[in-house]
């Protein structure tokens, strides 16, 4: 293959058969997009340049990435492989993986692919180059009523589109909330949602302080979808106002 890729170089595209001009392209392909004559990529992660961090959680941290082939920018999740070994932390990692596949909605976050590498589980997804809600309620203060109510109608249609589903997000905040480069909103961090049947009572404690609803911090179970529309309140309020209307202990 190699001896016919280089020979092929030497000829003008015009004078090959269709299936030479198919090889040349290709290999013209690979050398514009990874600067190296003849070496395509050996693994999945090398499809990708990775850049600065975005930012950093309890399993992982997210940079920015740069797919090699077709130069879109994504956001790559990477997950050490370590907090897989135990099998309650990769029962929660898969089951944002498969919440991820499952969501096809413009308003919240798009999974793009997942992979692994001997150290990580990769997941990458949808670039949300405005950064998250919170930082942009910060920068300015307070939004105006108008944009609030722009931002809020976004918010309540990515929740019911979960809900349609049967998934209970149970950590909306201004935090997990992201922004387009055109000022709409994704809802993001699906780490502890979870698909939900109907009438449902669950018990697990879950979300932030100053989000969460009542139901759950007095631990008699509550319904999932309720307190999501409890925390999508108090996102309201924080945009409105500048800061959370209660304080966590």
């Not at 092929?8 to 058969?17: A, D, E, Q, R, Y």
């Not at 499952?102 to 793009?112: A, E, Q, V, W």
């Not at 055109?182 to 449902?200: A, M, T």
Request: proline residues 4%; aromatic residues 8%; positive net charge.
């Amino acid at each position: 293959m190699k001896y016919i890729i280089k020979n092929i170089s030497k000829t003008k595209v015009s004078s090959l058969s269709p299936r030479s001009k198919e090889v040349s392209l290709i290999r013209q392909l690979i050398v514009d997009c990874f600067g190296k004559y003849n070496k395509p990529p050996k693994t999945q992660l090398e499809l990708y340049k990775i850049g600065k961090m975005l930012g950093k959680g309890a399993f992982g941290k997210v940079n920015l990435g740069l797919h090699r082939l077709t130069r879109k920018l994504v956001a790559i999740k990477s997950i050490n492989m370590d907090f897989m070994k135990e099998e309650s932390q990769k029962k929660k990692i898969m089951n944002e993986i498969n919440i991820l596949k499952s969501l096809r909605h413009p308003n919240n976050i798009k999974l793009l692919e997942t992979f692994q590498t001997d150290k990580h589980h990769l997941i990458v997804m949808e670039l949300c180059p405005g950064g998250d809600l919170l930082n942009y309620v910060r920068k300015r203060r307070k939004l105006t009523e108008k944009y609030a109510k722009f931002v809020f109608k976004q918010i309540m249609e990515g929740i019911a589109y979960l809900h349609q589903n049967r998934v209970a997000h149970r950590d909306i905040k201004l935090d997990n909330i992201l922004l387009d480069g055109h000022g709409n909103i994704k809802l993001g961090d699906f780490g502890v949602s979870r698909k939900i049947e109907e009438n449902e009572i669950l018990f697990e404690q879950c979300g932030t302080p100053a989000y969460i609803a009542p139901e759950i911090v007095k631990d008699m179970g509550y319904k999932g979808f309720p307190v999501d529309i409890w925390s999508a309140g108090i996102c309201l309020y924080a945009m409105l106002y500048g800061n959370v209307p209660f304080k966590a202990n």
